[in-house]
């Protein structure tokens, strides 16, 4: 079975712009959520959506947004990028509860 | 309340010694206790989780004990590895899926 995936692996962005992450879960999995990974911040929770409809949401900007297809598939999205967005972003997946398996995530620079 | 508080920052330890992880919580109505493993370059991958209705759970080399009262939960890693050199992130959740992060532990096992 195959695991989390992310796309692309590795992004460079100039400030202002915006990026768009993707995330496919394991398959027969409906609930994906993002996390977002610095070292002064940890892991961080960003949001969460199950059959398409965003179940819980983060402390963080409108900036950040999300959502997720009839595949499960989620796509992430950050307009306007600022430097301090450089992250690791996280996806995971889960069947319904709380079991939760990530991705390797995307490594954001903003320059 | 929110918040998971994790110790030690950083731990070395011999192989085949007994590193020990903590973590505390406040939330009371947490009901989800996992325990992550990250390598470097890596996303998280789950290695053990236990439920608040349980004390102590085994898997492999893996155990978490659990102190309900003292709103504690630990971290052993018996007979460890240079291989389980690692950093470890406890965490917890509420039945919103959401999980709330440890700051991490930089673990060093020396062969």
């Known amino acids: 079975k195959a695991g989390v995936t992310q796309t692309p692996r590795y992004l460079i962005k100039t400030r202002g712009q915006q990026v768009t992450l993707s995330c496919s879960p394991i398959?027969?999995?409906?609930?994906v959520s993002w996390y977002q990974q610095t070292p002064g911040q940890g892991l961080q929770f960003l949001f969460e959506?199950?059959?398409?409809?965003?179940?819980n949401k983060g402390n963080f900007p409108g900036r950040f947004s999300g959502r997720q297809f009839s595949n499960s598939r989620s796509e992430m999205n950050v307009s306007t990028l600022e430097l301090g967005d450089s992250a690791l972003y996280l996806c995971?997946?889960?069947?319904?509860?709380?079991?939760?398996?990530f991705g390797q995530g995307t490594r954001l620079t903003v320059v | 309340q929110q918040q998971v508080k994790q110790s030690p920052q950083s731990l070395i330890v011999q192989k085949g010694g007994i590193p020990i992880i903590n973590c505390a919580y406040e939330?009371?109505?947490?009901?989800?206790f996992p325990w992550y493993q990250q390598f470097p370059g890596k996303g998280p991958a789950l290695l053990i989780a236990i439920r608040p209705d349980v004390s102590e759970k085994k898997e492999g080399r893996f155990t978490i004990s659990f102190n309900k009262s003292a709103k504690q939960f630990s971290l052993h890693i018996m007979d460890s590895q240079p291989g389980d050199s690692a950093t470890y992130f406890c965490?917890?959740?509420?039945?919103?899926?959401?999980?709330?992060f440890g700051a991490g532990t930089r673990l060093a096992v020396h062969p």
């Open positions: 398959s027969g999995h409906r609930s």
């Open positions: 965490a917890a959740s509420l039945a919103d899926n959401k999980l709330i």
């Open positions: 959506y199950f059959s398409e409809t965003q179940r």
């Open positions: 995971a997946s889960s069947l319904e509860g709380q079991e939760a398996f």
């Open positions: 939330n009371t109505a947490f009901d989800y």
